[in-house]
């Protein structure tokens, strides 16, 4: 779960820096300890959010008809669902808490290693015998683990997102022939399954980039307001970034859609289609936050012999 493939050659467990970052605990034990918060808080988080969903469509279907049983049928119960207003808070704060977030998980390393600097703990740390990676891998590794806690709102949320659109679509299709169909089960793996998987990952791969970025960001930082500053400029032109990749990726693919539906493709071939699409999409966008958390954290061991 943390990243530390980057620093392979480096022994975290004994690492120094590290256990001062954590308190004198040991990593292995941290790394535990936020693993299991991790998934008990969003295991618990989703099944809150999905059962708020639900039960809203529940006294939805109530008010429309009290007298008539049929209108709070699970289908029923599930389409009022996605119209009451807690869904849609859910799916837009699933869209708009990761402009949030980018901002905290940047300011982990940089709020910590500037006041190091402006303390001269920094200068100390750079005269004793530990190498420029260990320092690298332990701030690195320390943000990290103070990321995931807080990454679990994000993930959270789109994961109840994902889990409404599925169970919604499930019922419907019950509803209609009340059986699944591998025809049924084809279509929804490449509209909801596939997009929605990336979907879900996508707030893990990015956090380790944008933290990342703030590490190498802080290495040439003498002051918070000089570091804020880049941090919002390099958030601003990734997210700028991002917008012109996908353009550019998804134009071709409108142009592809357009033809499969000249040509009358079947629903079972647009399903196909779509799950390569989002799929090569998903790798893509892993591929993106690799290669910049890698450049990011090279260019952060680079900074160090400059300050």
């Given amino acids: 779960m943390i990243d530390q493939r980057s620093f392979h050659s480096v022994e975290l467990e004994d690492n120094p820096v590290l256990r001062h970052e954590l308190n004198g605990i040991a990593p292995s034990r941290r ?34 008809d009290p007298m008539n049983p049929a209108t709070c049928d699970p289908p029923h119960v599930s389409q009022a669902a996605l119209r009451r207003s807690i869904f849609p808070v859910v799916a837009y704060g699933s869209l708009l808490i990761g402009l949030l977030l980018d901002f905290y998980f940047v300011g982990l390393p940089s709020g910590r290693l500037v006041r190091e600097k402006e303390s001269g703990h920094w200068d100390v740390m750079r005269t004793t015998a530990l190498s420029t990676t260990q320092i690298i891998g332990a701030k690195y590794t320390s943000a990290q683990l103070r990321a995931w806690r807080v990454l679990t709102i994000e993930v959270a949320l789109r994961t109840a997102v994902i889990a409404v659109l599925t169970v919604n679509a499930i019922l419907g299709q019950i509803e209609i022939s009340s059986a699944l169909s591998n025809y049924f089960l084809l279509i929804l793996l490449g509209i909801l399954v596939v997009p929605g998987s990336v979907y879900i990952l996508e707030p893990i791969w990015r956090m380790s980039m944008v933290v990342s970025m703030g590490l190498a960001i802080s ?14 400029g390099a958030l601003l032109s990734m997210r700028i970034l991002q917008g012109i990749l996908t353009a550019i990726y998804f134009l071709p693919v409108s142009i592809l859609v357009e033809w499969l539906n000249s040509i009358h493709s079947t629903d079972d071939e647009l399903a196909l289609v779509s799950m390569l699409v989002f799929g090569t999409f998903g790798l893509l966008i892993y591929l993106f936050y690799r290669t910049g958390r890698r450049w990011m954290l090279r260019r952060a061991l680079r900074l160090v012999s400059y300050n």
Avoid: P
Avoid at 219 to 232: C, E, H, I, K, Y
């Fill in 219 to 232: 290495m040439q930082g003498r002051n918070l307001t000089s570091v804020a500053l880049a941090d919002f």
């Fill in 31 to 64: 790394r535990r300890d936020v693993r299991r918060f991790f998934w008990i808080s969003t295991g618990i988080s989703v099944l809150a959010l999905v059962t708020l969903c639900y039960w809203t469509g529940i006294t939805q279907c109530r008010y429309i």
